[in-house]
């Protein structure tokens, strides 16, 4: 159990009571008492919404709905109906689209989605699914994108020039024309730079079989799923409970798994840290158990707990989540391997100095010169910012290093 | 004289046709299960509707009665065994759920006995004063239409395509 999660709002008292409902059946003492002492109002629906989380708060509190205000318990009952139809219709969706590409013999996994919902949930009312993930080999992207549109999907068109950033990017979305599915169409599991080395065949070679609304549906293995769910919290910065969720549900699925292999293949592909922080945030959050080699290697690891600790209190407070650079920190903190981590530094670097439409506006250079737009677009941001962000950061250094006099000198 | 075989064969044959109409003969109502993803919460089924497009919650006490629905347990039946799921063994209970798993089209049979005229919900109401607790647990059912992404975007959740825009007027000369 969590010893120092500190919770002010009475909401997300209760939503985490719901949630170790959940995980802990038979232990809803707690639940009871909270929801009868009218600890939820209108905010318990939108903190659940935000979090992704409306099935399983519905499904601790539906039993006693007696005990909340009408307006909350019609709410929720609402939301989570939405969220089921949705689920469904995704779900009716991905035994299409999966059936239709065995097909055509193109290799395809669904992951995430109402694959993840059906693995590891057993049923599909209880995840909320926003579009489909589809793995296929880079090599059969074309015939998968062209099988795709034969059914009515079509590229994103917001993102005309998607081909052009496939080296950057890992998926494509598809968005059907008349239904409005959307379907994300990845050649890569991570971006590049993200350095996560899971490859189509490895996973092809140990994935398994499960049914999806009675169709066949290839997905992922448990091992692999739990590393890619780990991966993807930490690309989301763990900003949504439901990520969190997902990790104690697949370690209350799978109760089998080999951890200590599985610890050694995140090593391997340098996500052990990523594996911890999304094990930690589980037992803190939901109340699961940690399997023995997981509470060892964090009782080792006081940089996986600290990033617990910090992503915890985040999680609940209303502050937005991490961009850019405090994005890009967060990725770095979360890898081992100095070559990930400078890798994602390099990434962030490299797409910052890329000279955009107002460098080129400044002036135009023929093609053999367009390095020279790098030193023009250092030199624009330095001017941009040079009042807004630089000044103060120097004036800042200069107040702790400098005599107090020659910071208060007023700027010229 | 008397054929052995002949006559054996035909009890054989009688009793496999008496057999498959005992099968076929419903007494009581009985669910229906295709087209249908359901699943089972802890205190009610959400069950999919996949010609409807409709997903369905049905509460504790609608859970029981539709798993009772065989098409051998009569409502008589039903009816005595509704104290398992905390009503009293009232057959209107089961009659009035029944016309709410009729209405969201999860029978698979009509009862003969869903014609006859039932007490208003809040005569039931009423009977089961006494047993304030018992109200909540009344049989319910809730229904909504699962709108595709596009519909839910649009905010749109009935199955009517949009209509198309009115094209605009050309702008008025000044004169």
Redesign the interface.
């Known amino acids: 159990m969590p010893s120092d999660l500190h919770v002010n709002s009475s909401e997300i008292t209760l939503i985490l009571a719901c949630l170790r409902a959940h995980y802990e059946s038979g232990n809803r003492s707690k639940l009871l008492q909270l929801a009868r002492d009218k600890a939820a109002s209108g905010q318990l629906v939108e903190n659940a919404c935000r979090h992704g989380i409306v099935p399983l708060v519905y499904e601790a509190l539906s039993p006693d709905f007696a005990c909340l205000p009408p307006e909350v318990s019609t709410a929720l009952r609402q939301e989570f109906q939405a969220s089921a139809a949705n689920s469904f219709l995704y779900g009716d969706e991905l035994a299409r689209l999966s059936e239709f590409l065995q097909r055509r013999s193109i290799p395809a996994l669904a992951f995430k989605g109402p694959a993840l919902a059906a693995v590891l949930y057993g049923k599909l009312s209880l995840r909320t699914v926003r579009d489909l993930d589809i793995l296929v080999p880079p090599e059969q992207m074309d015939r998968a994108l062209e099988a795709l549109q034969e059914l009515g999907y079509a590229p994103d068109p917001r993102r005309p020039d998607w081909r052009a950033e496939t080296h950057l990017a890992k998926h494509v979305l598809l968005i059907h024309k008349n239904a409005g599915f959307q379907v994300e169409l990845h050649w890569a599991i991570a971006e590049r730079s993200f350095g996560f080395g899971l490859s189509f065949d490895k996973l092809w070679a140990a994935r398994r079989e499960i049914a999806v609304q009675g169709a066949p549906v290839e997905t992922i293995s448990p091992e692999d799923l739990l590393l890619l769910l780990s991966a993807h919290g930490t690309n989301h910065c763990w900003g949504s409970l439901k990520w969190v969720c997902d990790i104690a549900e697949a370690m209350r699925a799978f109760p089998n798994l080999d951890w200590d292999h599985l610890l050694m293949r995140a090593r391997a592909l340098g996500c052990r840290r990523m594996l911890l922080v999304g094990a930690g945030l589980a037992a803190d959050i939901c109340s699961v158990d940690l399997p023995g080699p997981v509470q060892r290697a964090l009782a080792y690891h006081a940089a996986a707990r600290i990033m617990c600790r910090e992503i915890r209190s985040r999680l609940f407070a209303s502050r937005p989540l991490p961009v850019d650079l405090e994005r890009t920190l967060i990725f770095v903190r979360s890898r081992e391997r100095l070559r990930d981590r400078l890798r994602i530094l390099a990434t962030f670097l490299a797409t910052k100095l890329r000279p955009g439409a107002r460098d080129r506006a400044l002036i135009h250079l023929p093609g053999s010169l367009e390095a020279l737009y790098i030193p023009i677009r250092l030199l624009r941001l330095l001017l941009t910012y040079w009042r807004r962000a630089i000044v103060p950061i120097i004036r800042g250094a200069l107040g702790q290093v400098w005599p107090r006099g020659w910071a208060m000198l007023p700027p010229e | 004289m008397r054929l052995p075989f002949c006559e054996l064969s035909m009890s054989l044959w009688i009793g496999v046709k008496e057999g498959q109409n005992m099968e076929n003969q419903t007494v009581g109502p009985l669910a229906r299960k295709t087209d249908l ?1 359901i ?1 089972q ?4 089924t ?1 069950v ?1 509707d ?1 010609k409807r ?1 409709r ?1 369905h ?1 049905l509460n504790h006490s609608t859970s029981f009665i539709w798993a009772c629905c065989d098409g051998r347990t009569t409502i008589e039946d039903m009816a005595a065994r509704l104290p398992e799921s905390g009503l009293p063994p009232d057959p209107d209970i089961v009659r009035h759920a029944l016309k709410a798993l009729e209405r969201a089209r999860l029978l698979a049979s009509r009862p003969a006995a869903l014609d006859a005229t039932l007490p208003s919900r809040r005569m039931l109401v009423r009977r089961l004063g006494a047993a304030a607790g018992s109200v ?1 647990l009344l049989p319910v059912i ?1 229904s ?10 649009s905010g749109d959740s009935h199955a009517d395509p949009p209509k198309p825009k009115p094209k605009p007027k050309p702008p008025k000369r000044p004169h």
Request: charged share 10%.
């Open positions: 993803t699943e919460l802890p205190s009610e959400v999919y996949h497009h997903v919650c909540a809730t909504i239409i699962a709108p595709t992404p596009a519909m839910a975007q």
